[in-house]
C-alpha cells in the first residue's frame, strides 16, 4: 500500500513537474501551466463555504474558500486555493525554482483545497460549463443556468454593515434561504446561485449541510486571467453520468482506485483498509 499512496502522490502533482528518467526528487522543476484563456476579471468576490460532509455527523463541519471572478462577459466560481495553488505553481516557473524551493509554497495551498468544482458561465450560450475534479480525474460537462423561482420575504438583517434582504427557493432536492443586498447591484451569488436584485452575502439550505458567507468583495487592479486549464486531461461527460460516477467513487472507492490504477495491484488487506466514504452531495437530484 505505500507504493501505491507514494504513485498517487506523484501522479497528484504530476502536471505540474517534469520528472527525470531516473526519478531524483531534486531534479524536478515547475512548468507553466497551460490554459485556455476565457476573459479577465474585474471584480473577485469571495465567500467561505462551511458543509457537512456526512449528514450523520451534523457537528463535524469542513471548510472551503471559494471566490467568483466577475469578467466582461463570462464568469468563474471556484475554490481559491486551486487558483492560488495555480499561480505559485506559475510563479515559481518564470523564477525557475526547482521542485524542492517551491514544494512547500504548493503544496501549502494545494492542501487547504475543499471544493473540487468550477463553474463557468458565458463559455457557452444559454449553458453552464462544470467541472468537476473526482480525483484522479476531471469531467467536463454542460448544464442548464438555473432559473431560481426565489420568494423574497419581508425579512431584513445587516450583513457587513448592508442591509439584507431574506428570498427562499428549492433547488434540486434543497430548500435555500439567501440574503441579498439591494445596495450592491449585482445579481450574482456563490455556485449556480443569483437572480436576486442585489449581491447574495448568505446563502444555505435549510438544514445548513451548505453555508456560503461572503467575506470580501475587491476590484481586480492588476491582470487576473479567467481561464480553465488545457493541456490536461479532461473527460467529456453529462451530469447524471458524472454524478454516478462521484457516488461510485464515495461508496466504492477500493474499486474506484483501482479503476484509476490498474498497474497498482490492491491487496485484500489493502481493500480492506479502504472505507466507503460519506456521500452528501449539494445537489440531491
Known amino acids: 500500500m505505500k507504493k501505491l499512496l507514494f504513485v498517487t502522490f506523484f501522479f497528484m ?10 526519478g531524483d526528487v531534486s531534479s524536478l522543476s515547475f512548468q507553466l501551466i497551460e490554459k485556455k484563456i476565457i476573459d479577465t476579471a474585474k471584480v ?17 463541519i469542513s471548510h472551503a474558500q471559494t471566490f467568483l471572478q466577475v469578467g466582461n462577459h463570462c464568469r468563474c466560481f471556484k475554490d481559491y486555493n486551486e487558483f492560488l495553488s495555480d499561480s505559485v505553481n506559475d510563479d515559481c516557473a518564470v ?13 501549502s495551498a494545494l492542501k487547504r483545497r475543499n471544493y473540487y468544482k468550477t463553474i463557468l458561465y458565458g463559455v457557452q450560450e444559454d449553458q453552464l460549463v462544470r467541472r468537476h475534479n473526482i480525483y484522479p480525474t476531471i ?29 427562499t427557493c428549492h433547488y434540486r432536492g434543497r430548500d435555500y434561504e439567501a440574503w441579498f443586498a439591494e445596495d450592491i447591484s ?10 436576486l436584485p442585489g449581491l447574495i452575502m ?12 461572503l467575506n470580501g468583495l475587491y476590484p481586480v487592479e492588476h491582470l487576473q486571467l479567467i481561464y480553465k486549464r488545457d493541456g490536461e486531461k479532461v473527460v467529456s461527460s453529462t451530469r447524471s453520468r458524472c454524478r454516478k460516477i462521484y457516488k461510485h467513487s464515495r461508496e466504492f472507492p477500493a474499486q474506484a482506485m483501482q479503476q484509476a490504477f490498474p498497474n497498482d495491484k490492491l491487496t485484500a488487506e489493502d481493500i480492506a483498509q479502504i472505507k466507503p466514504k460519506s456521500y452528501n452531495p449539494m445537489e440531491l437530484k
Open 13 to 22: 502533482i504530476g502536471h505540474v513537474y517534469s520528472q527525470t528518467i531516473d
Open 44 to 60: 473577485d468576490i469571495f465567500y467561505t463555504l462551511d458543509f457537512r460532509k456526512n449528514p450523520n455527523k451534523p457537528d463535524k
Open 95 to 107: 523564477k525557475s525554482l526547482s521542485a524542492m524551493e517551491g514544494m512547500m509554497k504548493y503544496m
Open 139 to 167: 469531467y467536463e460537462y454542460s448544464d442548464s443556468i438555473p432559473t431560481f423561482e426565489w420568494v423574497i420575504t419581508e425579512k431584513d438583517s445587516v450583513i457587513l454593515d448592508y442591509k439584507c434582504t431574506m428570498a
Open 186 to 195: 449585482m445579481p450574482y451569488g456563490p455556485d449556480v446561485f443569483g437572480g
Open 202 to 213: 448568505d446563502v444555505h439550505d435549510t438544514q445548513f449541510h451548505y453555508h456560503f458567507r
